[in-house]
């Protein structure tokens, strides 16, 4: 019999952190690194692709790495779709504007080396989220064929503020401090005419769902083919790390019917 040495003191700390604050998991297939110009990309390639979708993970604006993307790279390539997963430069060094301008330069970098605009679905979570919407449905050419807005509360600072008794929630409070910029930032505010399809997602995390729906009530106004899905029984995280895991059937129905209804205009 193999005697166990017992757990140093030490040990036993390190495993409760461990399983308590695990690591999100990594795509198992190795993708392609490029740089865009501001920063890196990874192209996660699908066998004979139709198209791609560009993906911007969330971080409060301030950390994360393209290279969380749980299972959506294998998720999105079963369906003939390159799956691009991109960092874009964090605050403090870079401002809120200048992420938007990064993002959008790697939008512009995919339209040119990956797919084209009328074959591309740009998705973002969280901080990514706001920026998708910022670099995507303002006014910036050419259009991606669709975007998803997965669950973000800046779309719509000031709607979020009110359900916060005035305040941004702490986290999004620190990068947008100058309330006289809240409208500027918002996408909900500035949206261009003639937008592609937008699919919102919204979770349960506080005033979210309230700031979604008034962007989704003004991309309406503007024209917009914009779809609201409700997932306030599921957490901020959890509308992103599930996708391709089949753990909430009906969002990841709606997100591929989405996603194969916007590339077949």
């Not at 461990?18 to 110009?37: F, M, R, S, V, W």
Request: with cysteine.
């Amino acid at each position: 019999m193999t005697r166990q040495m017992p757990m140093s003191r030490r040990t036993l700390l390190l495993s409760a952190l461990a399983a308590a604050c695990p690591l999100p998991a990594l795509a198992a297939g190795k993708p392609e690194t490029q740089n865009y110009g501001a920063e890196d990309l990874d192209i996660y390639r699908a066998a004979s692709p139709r198209g791609a979708v560009i993906y911007v993970r969330g971080g409060s604006w301030r950390r994360g790495s393209r290279k969380a993307v749980d299972a959506k790279p294998d998720w999105v390539n079963s369906m003939s779709l390159d799956f691009v997963s991109i960092d874009y430069p964090t605050l403090p060094k870079t401002p809120v504007t200048g992420q938007i301008k990064a993002v959008r330069q790697a939008m512009d970098w995919c339209f040119a080396n990956v797919a084209k605009p009328d074959r591309t679905v740009v998705m973002g979570h969280s901080a990514g989220a706001h920026l998708v919407a910022m670099a995507a449905l303002t006014g910036w050419r050419p259009q991606p064929a669709g975007v998803i807005v997965n669950d973000s509360g800046a779309v719509d600072l000031i709607t979020l503020a009110r359900a916060h008794q005035g305040h941004l929630p702490f986290g999004t409070a620190s990068v947008f401090k100058d309330r006289n910029q809240w409208g500027a930032l918002s996408p909900t505010y500035n949206l261009a005419q003639n937008l592609p399809p937008i699919l919102a997602i919204t979770s349960g995390a506080h005033g979210h769902a309230t700031a979604m729906s008034n962007f989704v009530t003004n991309a309406r106004s503007k024209g917009a083919d914009a779809a609201l899905f409700d997932g306030s029984n599921y957490r901020h995280a959890e509308v992103n790390r599930t996708l391709g895991t089949g753990k909430i059937p009906d969002l990841e129905r709606a997100v591929a019917g989405f996603v194969t209804k916007a590339l077949q205009r």
